[in-house]
Each structure stands twice: as structure tokens, then as C-alpha cells.
């Protein structure tokens, strides 16, 4: 599969069983899931996670990042230091369409502790359909990628 198929899961230990429930609910839309966050329910650290899914991002091995930790808020500050990142925290459909269409957002972050798992599973499915509007979003967009230089 290529990167424009692949989408890289992350979680702290909070995490764990709704990014294991996302994956399984990705894989079955036809994407190839990598998932790299923990298995086990040790106390782990949310921005070792959230860089990790960043970077592969980043890089182009993934399309796009789910990134999971108790309020989605901290593993999201951590992807979005990363260059080329454009992450949101999202726990409606509305918004997580929002931040692909208007924001070209290439990751998704939400909250174990914020959402259930069916909502969670709306939302994902509402931000990987979501196609990148471009004209005066495009404009925007580059705004804020000249604000990592």
C-alpha cells in the first residue's frame, strides 16, 4: 500500500482501548493502519506518542494521524510542534470536517476521557471523507505553514 492508504494510530496508556477500536473501525474503510502506540497499561508519556505519529506524518509514510490521549488537548500540542503538522482536537463531526476542509489538517486528535467510542468512530469517519476545500483556505493554510519558519 501506498502512504495516501496508511494512517498512523497513537494513545498514552488512557488511550489504548478507543485508538484499538478506531483501528479496527479504519481497517475496515479500507485504510492500512499503523499502529504505534502502547499495549499495555503502564503509565506512558503523551508527548513521546504524539511526536512519533507526527513524524510519520511528516515524513509521508502516513496520509494521515489519529492521535488519542485523555483529553486529546496534550498529545495534540506535542504533533503540532512538529513541522508540517496541522492537528485539531475534534469531539463532533462538524469540526473534525471542518479542520480537513478549511484547515487541510493531516491529523486528528481526540479525547479517551471526552468522547465514546461511537462518537469517536463518527468523528474519524467524518474527518478521513473530508476533502481539503483549497481556494481562500489554501491562502490560509500557507499562512499558518509560514508561521513554523
Not at 477500536?21 to 479500507?30: C, Y
Not at 478549511?102 to 469517519?125: D, F, K, P, T, Y
Not at 476533502?131 to 500557507?142: A, L, N, S
Request: glycine fraction near 10%; include cysteine; charge should be negative.
Amino acid at each position: 500500500m501506498t502512504a495516501n492508504t496508511r494512517i498512523v494510530l497513537s494513545s498514552d496508556h488512557a488511550a489504548i482501548e478507543l485508538r484499538q477500536a478506531i483501528a479496527t473501525h479504519v481497517a475496515s474503510l479500507g485504510w492500512e493502519v499503523v499502529d504505534i502506540g502502547p499495549t499495555t497499561p503502564e503509565s506512558t508519556h503523551y508527548p513521546l506518542h504524539g511526536e512519533a505519529a507526527a513524524r510519520r506524518v511528516a515524513a509521508g509514510d502516513c496520509r494521515f494521524g489519529i492521535i488519542v490521549c485523555g483529553t486529546g488537548q496534550g498529545i495534540m500540542m506535542a504533533a503540532n510542534k512538529v513541522k508540517g503538522i496541522r492537528c485539531g482536537v475534534c469531539s463532533d463531526e462538524f469540526s473534525a470536517r471542518m479542520i480537513r476542509q478549511h484547515n487541510n489538517a493531516n491529523m486528528l486528535s481526540l479525547g479517551a476521557r471526552v468522547i465514546g467510542e461511537g462518537l469517536a468512530l463518527s468523528v474519524v469517519e467524518a474527518f478521513l471523507m473530508a476533502e481539503f476545500e483549497g481556494g481562500r483556505h489554501g491562502t490560509r493554510v500557507d499562512m499558518i505553514d509560514a508561521l513554523e519558519q
